[in-house]
């Protein structure tokens, strides 16, 4: 039984996730809202960006999971746009990897997971703050796995199309619903469930000579062009 702090699992991809370990690990959650869950857990209501993050005693995995789809030409993003996608995915990782970095040093097996995008490595059009700032958690993820090795492993999923609240408005008919589809080779998108697996497997020890990686999880829209 595992140590886990999460952020962000109150919505999407993060609460799958928090469900899929609760059953078998000791689970601390913090986020501005408290996930709606059967799950027994630990809930901080916290802003990762704004506030003081608590000290927990015991830590094995961070998971950070708060992201954002900003969708704009580039002439219509404004530079707060890019601060603000850095912001929230780059410096809040940051922000909470330095804070729970004394006691991940201690922990057992310890691992960090992140999120990135297939949009970091496919050009898509509209995706160039978001693009730009998961970029940037790419770099991280390389760069402190070899930095923290081989105490701590470091690893991130790069999903495409989930289905979740903040991917709704990609989703919001069956138009565009089979749209997505027919763009991915596998002929479908993610449940935030298939995300939630390969989360369990990478903070797992089944996982432990894996540090460095990105996974993309990407229905084959980035692997192949059929």
């Known amino acids: ?4 702090v999460i952020i962000g699992g109150s919505r999407g991809i993060g609460k799958a996730i928090l469900e899929s370990l609760a059953n078998t690990n000791n ?15 630990t809930h901080y209501s916290a802003d990762i960006l704004s506030d003081e993050l ?25 530079l707060d746009d890019f601060r603000s996608d850095y912001e929230i995915n780059v410096i809040g990782a940051i922000k909470a990897i330095q804070h729970f970095l004394p006691k991940l040093k201690n922990g057992n ?3 960090i ?40 492993r470091v690893n991130a999923i790069a999903p495409t199309v989930t289905n979740t609240d903040l991917a ?19 002929k479908k998108f993610l449940e935030p469930t298939e995300v939630a697996s390969m989360a369990k497997f990478l903070v797992s020890d ?21």
């Open 1 to 4: 039984m595992k140590n886990i």
């Open 54 to 78: 608590p000290d927990i005693e015991e830590v094995d995995t961070l998971i950070y999971c708060p992201g954002s789809i900003n969708l704009k030409p580039v002439g219509r993003l404004k």
């Open 206 to 226: 089944e996982a432990q000579s894996i540090s460095g990686q990105i996974f993309e999880l990407d229905c084959g829209i980035v692997s192949f062009k059929i």
């Open 168 to 186: 709704s408005k990609l989703l919001r008919n069956d138009r565009m619903i089979e749209n997505i589809k027919e763009r991915h080779p596998l």
């Open 27 to 41: 689970i601390t959650n913090i986020s501005r809202n408290e996930p709606e869950t059967a799950a027994h857990i």
């Open 109 to 111: 097996n310890p691992s």
């Open 113 to 152: 997971l992140l999120f990135s995008t297939v949009a970091a490595n496919l050009g898509m059009p509209f995706h160039a703050s978001i693009a730009a700032a998961k970029a940037g958690v790419e770099g991280i993820t390389k760069s402190l796995g070899a930095e923290l090795a081989p105490t701590i």
